[in-house]
């Protein structure tokens, strides 16, 4: 009985989840995409801590300001 309630209930959030992204403009997805994919390889650049110059600062501001305000709470970098 739980396993079944457990599994209603992770599918009832990715489906949730997928009408919200469907509910998005394709701009926001797009940046979001971006953000993600320059975080990724900072990260991957610096393994125990990430460092940021002045390239990677100026990307994630003029990125992170065209999300959703919802959104960029959520980010890495601010």
Same mark, same amino acid.
């Given at each position: 009985?739980?396993? $079944?309630? /457990?599994? &209603?209930?992770? !599918?009832?959030? /990715? &489906?949730? $989840? =997928? #009408?919200?992204?469907?509910?998005? $403009? $394709?701009? +926001?997805?797009?940046?979001?995409? @971006?953000? !993600?994919?320059?975080?990724? +390889?900072?990260? *991957?650049?610096?393994?125990?801590?990430?460092? !940021?110059? =002045? +390239?990677? /600062?100026? @990307?994630?501001? +003029? #990125? &992170? /300001? #065209?999300?959703?305000?919802?959104? *960029?709470?959520? *980010? !890495?970098?601010?």
């Amino acid at each position: 009985m739980v396993v $079944s309630a /457990r599994l &209603i209930y992770l !599918l009832f959030c /990715r &489906i949730a $989840s =997928w #009408l919200v992204l469907l509910g998005r $403009s $394709s701009a +926001a997805k797009d940046v979001e995409l @971006l953000v !993600l994919r320059h975080e990724v +390889a900072v990260l *991957r650049r610096v393994n125990p801590k990430p460092r !940021l110059d =002045w +390239a990677d /600062r100026a @990307l994630f501001a +003029a #990125l &992170i /300001r #065209l999300l959703p305000k919802h959104l *960029r709470a959520h *980010r !890495l970098f601010t």
